[in-house]
């Protein structure tokens, strides 16, 4: 079963409209992070925002907001008032805790969304 | 400038023959680790690393290897390259491995490496 789930594979939306990006996530663990990075496609990878487990309040940076719903397993990225640089490749990730083998995990993606703004 | 330098950025080699994709962090970082990007798969884990000469597996570390000398310094080595190892690969460190509160992992420009 996938980790990460993004169920749009690509997205159309007119500039200054308002974007949901949905991501919805499985762990059995208490303990996790959820990141969302963008990429261009210039090829990098850019952190946008990040929510933790414990966090009671919705992450936001900026024109990003997570909207975090712990008991539905869903953090979907939203994006206020888009603009044409806006578009790119956006993935949602997570980082859980110690492997049962001990040591640390690194992210685990999904398959990415992408974003194209109209003008 | 705080940033995580990988080289080449990009690289056509052929079957066989061994090649090293460098990656740098100046942050003091603890954690670094290697991803491959491939369409319609995403990001995978190949190796990380928690510490100076501790590394380990990710999800698909068949045939790349890595070393931790260093601190700052996280190689990627391909002995035998094959074509499926054509892909997009990034670098990228945080500075602890554990998850803790905005623990970011911080990406390279990445290497677009062909193998033919």
Redesign the interface.
Do not use: E, H, T, W
């Given at each position: 079963a996938q980790k990460i789930t993004q169920t749009q594979p690509g997205m159309f939306v007119q500039e200054k409209e308002a974007v949901t990006l949905d991501c919805t996530y499985d762990t059995s663990d208490q303990s996790y992070g959820l990141f969302w990075y963008k990429q261009p496609s210039s090829g990098e990878m850019i952190f946008l925002i990040y929510q933790g487990s414990y966090d009671e309040q919705n992450a936001t940076e900026g024109r990003y907001s997570l909207n975090f719903q712990k008991a539905r397993k869903s953090a979907n990225l939203v994006i206020s008032a888009s603009q044409l640089g806006d578009s790119a490749m956006y993935f949602c990730a997570m980082r859980e805790g110690a492997r049962s083998g001990g040591g640390a995990d690194g992210l685990t993606f999904g398959k990415g969304t992408h974003l194209i703004i109209q003008p | 400038e705080a940033q995580v330098t990988q080289n080449p950025r990009y690289l056509i080699t052929v079957t066989g023959k061994k090649l090293t994709v460098t990656c740098s962090q100046n942050m003091n970082h603890e954690?670094m680790?290697w991803?491959r990007q491939d369409p319609?798969?995403?990001?995978?884990?190949i190796y990380?690393s928690?510490n100076v000469e501790v590394t380990?597996k990710?999800d698909v570390p068949e045939g790349y290897k890595v070393s931790r000398k260093e601190k700052r310094n996280f190689p990627l080595i391909l002995e035998s390259p094959s074509p499926n190892q054509t892909s997009?690969y990034?670098c990228?460190s945080s500075l602890y491995?554990?998850?803790l509160?905005?623990?970011?992992?911080?990406?390279?420009?990445?290497t677009?490496l062909s193998v033919l």
């Open positions: - | 954690y680790s991803y319609g798969l995403g990001l995978r884990q990380y928690m380990d990710g997009l990034f990228a491995p554990q998850v509160a905005k623990n970011i992992q911080y990406f390279g420009a990445g677009r």
